[in-house]
């Protein structure tokens, strides 16, 4: 089955400066790459996502790319702002209707003041 | 957009009793669900995947007759936590796949907080 890696598991960054995220897929069939936000106590949001016939997606200050020859995608946020403070997850997913969504392990991302 | 509604958002309960969590898709049909269970700073860890008229498909190392589903209807998933001891305590989220469903995007609820005394 797919196995994603996620990197950093935390990570601090001045508000302001930029974050990136980076996940790696194991299923060189996966062609849908969703990025999810979570805050405290909450569910978990979908931000952005890719598919694998596009190589960067951009929407405001957040964007994805994806490099599907090294079988890994990113989310770059710019301009970070304390309410960017939240656990990001990404998946890998073959699309299919009964496909289940297995999430990489999460990055906290603390945007300091 | 598709909205997901869990309830209850937090409950505390005795060891030994069952709790029962609904997950609702609100303006949306959901022949599928997706149970997730959470620990504190964790990923989401798949549990179960409801499907609606039909039983359950549930990961490998859950057990089935502890963590009761049921996908009664095309807008209603129920999660059952029978016989709940303090190792149960998680925090608990279903997700919906919402239409058009090849596009496989997922809307989760708000998740539910599962205490056990």
């Known amino acids: 089955g797919e196995n994603v890696e996620q990197h950093p598991s935390t990570l601090s960054v001045q508000e302001g400066d930029s974050a990136v995220i980076k996940c790696t897929y194991s299923?060189?069939?996966?062609?849908?790459f969703p990025w999810y936000k979570q805050e405290l106590g909450k569910g978990p949001q979908l931000i952005i996502d890719?598919?694998?016939?596009?190589g960067e997606k951009k929407d405001q200050r957040i964007a994805v790319t994806l490099n599907k020859t090294a079988k890994h995608f990113s989310l770059h946020i710019t301009e970070t702002q304390p309410e960017d403070s939240a656990v990001y997850f990404c998946?890998?997913?073959?699309?299919?209707?009964?496909?289940?969504?297995?999430f990489g392990k999460g990055t906290r991302l603390h945007i300091l003041p | 957009g598709a909205v997901v509604s869990q309830h209850p958002s937090w409950v505390i309960c005795k060891s030994g009793t069952s709790v029962k969590i609904e997950c609702r898709s609100l303006d949306f049909q959901a022949t599928t669900m997706f149970w997730y269970r959470q620990f504190p700073k964790q990923s989401l860890m798949l549990m179960a995947t409801?499907?609606?008229?039909?039983?359950?498909?549930?990961e490998q190392g859950v057990e089935k007759d502890k963590f009761l589903i049921n996908h009664a209807s095309l807008t209603l998933s129920t999660l059952t936590v029978t016989s709940a001891h303090p190792e149960d305590s998680s925090f608990y989220i279903c997700?919906?796949?919402?239409?058009?469903?090849?596009?496989?995007?997922?809307?989760f609820g708000a998740g539910s907080r599962l205490t056990v005394l």
């Open positions: 890719i598919r694998s016939n596009v």
């Open positions: 299923d060189s069939a996966s062609n849908y």
């Open positions: 998946a890998a997913i073959l699309m299919n209707r009964d496909d289940k969504i297995i």
């Open positions: 409801s499907n609606e008229g039909s039983k359950a498909t549930y």
């Open positions: 997700s919906a796949r919402e239409p058009p469903y090849g596009a496989n995007v997922l809307t």
